[in-house]
């Protein structure tokens, strides 16, 4: 096997270690320095990232409950605006009610009663009479 022979195999490694650690140091001084700055500035915007997240998140937190806020203060004072606008219009129906009664219907009402009062009068005389009365008394059996 030619590539075990003692005459090349001390060449063949003496090149290679030399190339090798040119690779080595090229890499150490050369790409890794570039790929640690990357990966720091990678992680330093990162976070500026997750500070601005979390910012506009307890701003947007403060903002929901400042909203929610508002909207209890909004309906509360609608519910009590509401309720004043209902009792005071119960309020004016029932002294409307009872003006309009006392003053514009206070006559006929007396007047409708007393015809009724008439009407029932007729006819607990019309029935007295006709139950005293002797000529046809199979009608009667209608009114008892």
């Not at 040119?22 to 915007?45: A, C, D, E, G, T």
């Not at 004016?92 to 009663?113: C, G, L, M, P, V």
Request: charge should be positive.
């Amino acid at each position: 096997m030619p590539q075990l022979d003692l005459m090349t195999f001390f060449t063949q490694f003496f090149w290679f270690s030399i190339c090798f650690s040119i690779f080595y140091i090229f890499l150490l001084h050369q790409i890794m320095p570039v790929i640690s700055s990357n990966l720091k500035f990678r992680k330093k915007r990162l976070d500026i990232l997750a500070n601005d997240i979390n910012k506009k998140k307890e701003g947007a937190l403060s903002l929901l409950t400042t909203y929610d806020n508002i909207l209890l203060k909004t309906l509360s004072l609608s519910r009590v605006y509401v309720t004043k606008t209902v009792n005071h219009g119960n309020s004016w129906i029932q002294k409307t009610i009872s003006e309009t009664n006392s003053s514009h219907f206070f006559q006929s009402n007396t007047f409708y009663i007393k015809s009724i009062a008439a009407k029932s009068l007729n006819f607990v005389v019309l029935e007295s009479s006709l139950k005293v009365s002797s000529t046809d008394k199979n009608w009667t059996k209608l009114w008892k």
